[in-house]
């Protein structure tokens, strides 16, 4: 039986009124980085979007924390106490925020109205170095996104896994948040329109082509 499909837009701004009534729990740095820091069955960033599509609209830390668990039962049975304790500060400090993110960034892309499409691909993520690539209006190659938090632990990591996947993709883009903004809403950091500069002048470019 066909049970259907759901397409969710969740605009900029209600996306940070949600974070506020509903603020980020960054849980534990050591914990998510040591005992947490496991490869999880499917891919974080598709359960989020599972997620979403399924309830159809936002959802907070704790509610994303108890569908991946029942996502991953058979493998949650396998782990220790401790790498437990990991993968649920994970999901709290990592998965949840950067998903968050690509939502928000994407959101605002859209809002431009200066793209013919915009993209989040689970798959792109997962194998790639993009979290979302925007075709320019006739455009026949997308821009592609990355985002970043601009400090020197993101800076390495970013470095070891381009190294380590290979050629950085024609036409990445990175953007990066800085982390002199103040946490708010939502106790986080948020990427603004002003940050998507460079996405927006590659687009000119395309046009322009």
């Known amino acids: 039986m066909d049970e259907g499909a759901t ?11 949600f974070c506020s009534a509903h603020p980020i729990n960054w849980g534990s740095r050591e914990l998510a980085n040591g005992p947490g820091n496991l490869l999880t069955p499917s891919p974080a960033l598709a359960e989020f979007f599972s997620c979403l599509n399924a309830q159809g609209a936002l959802f907070c830390q704790k509610d994303y924390a108890r569908w991946c668990w029942r996502q991953w039962k058979d493998w949650k049975s396998e782990l220790s106490i401790e790498q437990k304790k990991g993968i649920s500060h994970r999901l709290f400090r990592n998965f949840y925020p950067s998903a968050i993110d690509s939502l928000h960034v994407w959101a605002m892309l859209v809002e431009t109205g200066r793209f013919d499409r915009c993209v989040v691909s689970t798959k792109d993520d997962v194998v790639g170095k993009t979290d979302i690539s925007v075709w320019a209006i006739d455009a026949d190659t997308p821009i592609q996104v990355a985002l970043h938090v601009d400090n020197e632990y993101t800076r390495r990591w970013t470095a070891y896994k381009r190294s380590a996947r290979g050629d950085v ?26 940050d998507l500069t460079l996405v927006l002048q590659a687009a000119s470019t395309k046009e322009a082509a």
């Open 7 to 17: 397409l969710v837009y969740v605009s900029s701004d209600a996306i940070q009124r």
């Open 169 to 194: 993709p024609t036409g990445l883009v990175d953007v990066m948040l800085t982390l002199d903004r103040p946490r708010r809403p939502g106790n986080k950091r948020w990427y603004t329109v002003e």
